[in-house]
């Protein structure tokens, strides 16, 4: 029978400073993320715009 939950360790991602993951790295990938986002909503925008017959708007 399985447990209803299961506990794990609190640290089992990141036991070692080998494993932990660069913070650096992680910002970069969060601020191109973040730039393909914004990239994403003015593409929606202006299909919206288009779709319900506005004027696309920069």
Request: no cysteine.
């Amino acid at each position: 029978m399985r447990p209803a939950s299961l506990r794990l360790p609190k640290n089992t991602l990141f036991q070692g400073d080998a494993t932990r993951p660069d913070l650096d790295a992680l910002q970069t990938a969060k601020a191109r993320q973040d730039e393909s986002h914004q990239k994403l909503d003015k593409f929606i925008k202006a299909a919206l715009a288009e779709l319900s017959g506005e004027e696309r708007a920069g």
